[in-house]
């Protein structure tokens, strides 16, 4: 046993000698881990088991009984790669870690797949290590990985959308890159401006495009127009974190127990007009045609200079940088005011299942992938971003030195400098929410429907939805 | 058929006998012409993956579109190797498949045989049965096998895709009707040679029917190969894939996979099947021609 | 130890006795080869085909999402699957997808395969059967794949060469009036090598003096098709099209790979909304009662096929 101690108390020592803020060694027993063979099974989304094998390194030279097993679970979006994970759980087959991005948060949680972490942060002798942490995170960002009171996963990543910009097609039309202040209005007056037709009327080179999802899509007009897909609440509860981590913080004042996404309102006037706003700029061909899924024809537009703006968030630096795009050809801003400038997020990190095998070598995964090594070792962040770090100390201007954008500062600004931000809906429910919302989106957007009668539709089959769901939400 | 169309023109007046001659020729040649640009219309699109297959990443979306390979770059297939573990892929397509094909021409064979040469009660009714279930899809059946599956614990191994595809109501069918051609005569003579029940059937009938068993290895070949319902259900990690999820894989998350490696992916799922075909095309489309119909 | 049936014999001598030669007890003994020939078969089919179809029934009379206890709903499932939208609309498309893409196989197939029958020539031959044939190697996923590529609006090859013909940009995947006949061509263009080389081979087997006849009665072009060529290959006719039912009411790959289902519900088909059930929104008794009706679909298909054939096939 003893042997076991001094092997954590060395690792504690590298850990304070490497870590950038400089952990105090407090001298409490530090948590035990068994010297027997360990495997723990990893799951991650996409092609992401390479991109995360240093911080499997890390967890291996510091423990070297364990070994990291990815279990790697593909999908053209989150509800799909959340469809893969659980088919693996109906199946009989165990996980000790599963990721999750706030889409499908509160699915696992829901499901009792995901187990809250409130004990182990409060009970980890290592309380440094959350301090120095939780400094380091916005809270919206850790309210947005918990239900019901209890925190579900320590964020790894985020984004926000905001708008990215071709400043080549720019310049060629005589635009700059637009204050952090814009509005709705100068945005319109761009994707016009930046819209060119060959004789017969088809559009060469479009104002704006997205692609057809939940998050980004036309989401962010539907936040800044003042509406949402469900009413938004707060749970009760959080107080631990809030007061234990967050005290003196005034970002973190009023937060609660994770979201409540109760009542469908898809329908409200402020929904309608953000899908009326879209539907416009696709019939004068602004807009191109929208597909799910379509990166590919996304990032050929937009490297290719045949596109001027598109919703993005962080991701997209490094993935431009990989396109072969130049620092300074690409820069990004706030998504521009309309009724409000309220932007939307989604965060991703890793939850521990229940039904975890080895969850003492699991829960240390997970701390080591949030940890400050972690970042810096994680391909996520490095040697580009690839998906904005949740900790603020990593989306600093000098993260994005080599691949650009120039206003790299609005990554985190958009959680910084606007309090309003806040999540997209994603209740436990999220998956076949989807499903609806981007059918709807889509009778709109290939003029089958009027966007009212799309709203109206996709309405009805929410409430619909809503009411078949048992009760996953507390009355108060 | 030709032969049918050069009527003697005999005892027409000349007018009449140009204008044969010009249907003639013009029934001749325009349905050729007309046959030749379809088929380049059908052949088009596998040129272009696989000449797009080999340009670099950026050119895939060029338009116009370019149908020379003239980049030759190779890189878009090894990296195909990288972006998922398509070695594994395919050699789980392998193992698949031909664990697929080899059970069942041992399951379909016996039930083939003993459908067609065998007396015993209800075989009619039997009969009947196995060839209802032939309209059921899996996809219809998924839900059960799925938990079947689950509950003898093998979602997520090959054998779940192995296993189910076993017994086959089709190559049951296809190979009763192989063996019904053969005249019982045989048999007869095959019993006075001291041959015992097993003989007869592997010795004597299993040879005279293997045309039968090459369409069914072939038809059943092309068919597991490209399958790929019941692998996106059953197989949940990466490693046990065939190509087909691998092929949907590399388009990436969002599709921001590049296209010419995708592409890439594809021509190389394509390999083995054309072997197979070439080796194989006499009996593919002769048994397509002849067994499947008989009835 | 061998006695020919002595219900004593061990496992060695009853496959000696089964097997044995002797016109003694053959009959008995060849029915039960017969049942041991069947048993991997029959055991087979009924736990992965027969056994199931009565399980989704089960299945489908329960709300269960796997990781809790079901819950029995009686006809709950069938309630809600009426009211659905979705649903309707999918099995629709799954419908107007089989109908459409049946007809356009065994259509061209049919002139296709007359036209290369004309051909004498072994190597152009040769060259057109390989030509059609060859997509058929290629997996739906892989043309799925290719063809969302080549139907791409702005960047496809296919609206740059109508382009040039003066036809405007179509959107083949992004509206719902197009969407469906792009999935109808691109199974066509998979499917023809198999119903060309089908009448093809049938074609081939039609008596010359059966055409010689026709021939003499004066029966041309049009008339003849209609009276001679399509009642001889009937039978062919019939295969095709119980084949292409059997995999048009499985479209599920193109779809799903292509559009995900849209625009709206406009390519989604009824076995995508069964997997989305069931493996999306993990609601097995729902996507069970899914299951059902597209098993008595397929069998409505099935019995009114058979019902045609007696009518209208004619065996040479």
Redesign the interface.
Known sequence: MSNEKKMSRRDLLKLAAAGSTGLVMSGLPVRVIAQDSVTIKVQTAGLDDNTLQPVADIMVARHPNVNVEWVVLTG?DH??VA?KI??L??AGESIDVGYAATEACQLFAG???AAPLDDLVTGDPDQDFWTDFFSDVHPSLVEAMMYEGSLYEPPRDFNAANMYFNTNVLAENGFDVPGPEWTKDDFVEIARGTTKKDD?G??EAFGYAWT?RLWGSWMPWIFVAGGNLYTEERAPGGDWVWDGYYDGDAAADGRGGGFRWREPIANSPEVVEALQLNVDLWQEGVT??????SGQ?LT??YSTG?LCMTPAGGFWAGRLGNEGMEKGEFDVQYWPNWRNQKHQFGTGGHWLATVAAAPDEAWEFMKIEVSHEGFQSSQFFNPVIITTPSRRSYSQANAFESTGPANSDVFYGTLDDHPSTSPIPAPP?S??MT?IF???T??A?????SPKD?LD?MQQ?LEDLTA?QPQYYGDD | ??A??MRDPGDVSAGQHRLQVITFVAG?YV??I??FM??IV?????V??FS?SLRKGKD??T???KWLPTDLAIENYAEVFEKVPFDRQIVNSMLITWGTVVGQL???S??G???AR????G?DL?FW??LA????????????????LRNMGLVDTLWSLI??A????FG?FLLRQYFLTIPIELEESG?ID??????L?YRIYLPLVKPGLAVLAILSF?FH?????RP??FLIDNENFPI??G??QL?GYMMTGS?AV??AG?VM??VP??II?LLGQRYL??G???G??KG | MTTAKGAEVGGGGILHW????TMDGM?R???????L??L??????F???????F??FG?SLFRW???KPPDYVELANYQ?LMGD??IAISFGNTLKFTVLAVATQVSIGLL?AM??????QTA?RY???T????????????VA???G??F????G?LN?YL?LMGV??I?W????DWVLITIVIMSA?RN?G?TF??F???L??ISREV??AA?VDGAQGFRRLWSVTIPLLS??IL?AAVTGV?GA??V??EPF?M????????S?TA?MV???A?????E?GY??AI?VV??LV??AF?VAQMWMSRRWVFYQ
């Open positions: 053209i509800e799909e469809a659980l088919a759980v109906a499901q009792g797949l017969a088809n559009t057809n191109p045609d929208i597909e799910m899924g024809t050929g537009f045949l429910w998956n076949p499903t981007t059918t709807g889509s009778n957007m290939s003029g089958a429907m799309a539709q089959e078949r | 058929m030709t049918n169309l001749k349905p050729i007309l046959l379809l088929s059908i052949i088009a699109p596998m272009w993956t797009t895939s979306f338009v116009p579109p041992v399951s379909a016996l039930a045989y003993a459908f065998l007396d015993f009660a075989r039997l049965v196995v279930t032939m309209m059921i899809p899996i996809q219809a059946v998924v839900i059960p096998v799925f938990i079947f296993l189910p076993v017994p086959t109501a049951t019993l001291g041959v015992n029940q097993w003989q059937f092309n190969w490209n399958e790929f319902f996106l259900i087909t999820l092929i949907f388009q296209i995708v592409l594809v799922s394509l099947v054309i075909f489309i002769e397509i021609m002849r499947a119909i | 089964l097997l044995q030669d009959r003994r060849r029915a039960i080869l017969g049942y020939f069947l991997p078969t029959l055991l087979g089919i736990i992965f085909t027969a056994g199931p179809v399980v989704s299945l999402n796997i990781f809600r939208v979705r296709l036209g290369v029958h004309r051909i004498t152009m060259y057109f059967r030509a059609f044939f060859l997509p058929l190697l290629m997996s739906g996923a892989a794949v290719v063809m590529y080549i791409h609006k702005e960047f090859p740059y382009g405007q940009q959107p995947k992004t509206s719902a263009w023809l198999f080389v089908l093809l081979g049938g081939s087997n055409l010689d021939d039978p062919q295969f059997i009411v499985q599920f790959e790979i559009t995900r289902g849209g625009p709206g519900n406009a989604r076995v069964l997997y989305e069931a493996f999306k929104n993990i097995y996507g069970s299951a597209l098993f397929i069998l099935t």
